[in-house]
């Protein structure tokens, strides 16, 4: 289920424990938050909500920034709901959420609005105008409504903590394993299959094309990649990413060619896993040279992801 903070809450939820954050990505650090959540609500037979903010407040504060999504909203939600979640929470952010208080979001809020008995954050959590509330103000606050709060210390990996930042420098560089470490799946683009110049299908390798939207860049290349189609096929193949220097003019695109598949996928909305980057994104000399490196791209691709 899927609630806005602009609307009532169903009562069948309030009373709940609520797990806040952004959770983009749901890397590790993330997941241990939400899992202390729902672990909480089970022992104590209530309902659990994950909450989430869009758009992200970097969004808000610094409009026209370059996009650093890692997730969109359904597919938080679908993880929020494999994870045991009862429900997930959208905080609209605008400019009204912008500047309420501290005082304002533990009371009002959390407290008034939602009728929280717990909340579960990480420990550098901050909340209200100038993000001026902190996790003990969150208990000082917290207390004078009855509501509880727990915070969750990072989560490390090879000594340096689990952090969405960190993911975003690894898919930049094109570190594919580390990202999957850190994320504890392949990051995943989703999108709408559009119509394209359809040169793909004349040289052999037809492709699905999706526009980027608000997602982080990958490091722009080739990668092996695998597409789950809206019936749940999960489909194997190699994907450029980028702006197509090899064509006029350059536009920036996902397309993805799909091994020993033939079906029509236009209009389709599909997400694309990212398992291994190949190579960066060149322009060759020919169309044949071209055709023949993608050949090979191919082949390296299906090596890769013979074990997927």
Known sequence: MRVSSRNPLPEALRGAIIALGNFDGFHRGHQAVVGEAIAWAKAEGRPA????????????????????RLSSL???QEWFAAAGADAMLVFVFDAAMAASSAHDWVHGVLGAQLGAAGVVTGEDFTFGKGRSGTIA?????????GLRSRAIGPVTDEGEVVSSSRIRRALQAGDMAAATRLLTR??????HVQHGDKVGRTIGFPTANLALGDYLRPAYGIYAVTGRLPDGRVLKGAANIGI???FTPPKELLEPHFFDFAGDLYGQDIEIAFHAFLRGEARFESLEALTTQIGHDCDAAREILESV
């Open 49 to 68: 909500i994950v909450a989430t903010f869009d758009p992200h407040p970097v969004e808000f504060f610094a409009a026209g920034s370059a996009p650093f």
């Open 74 to 76: 359904d597919q938080r």
């Open 137 to 145: 103000t969150l208990r000082e606050l917290g207390a004078e409504v």
């Open 186 to 191: 392949p990051f995943a683009l989703r999108g």
């Open 244 to 246: 197509r220097p090899h």
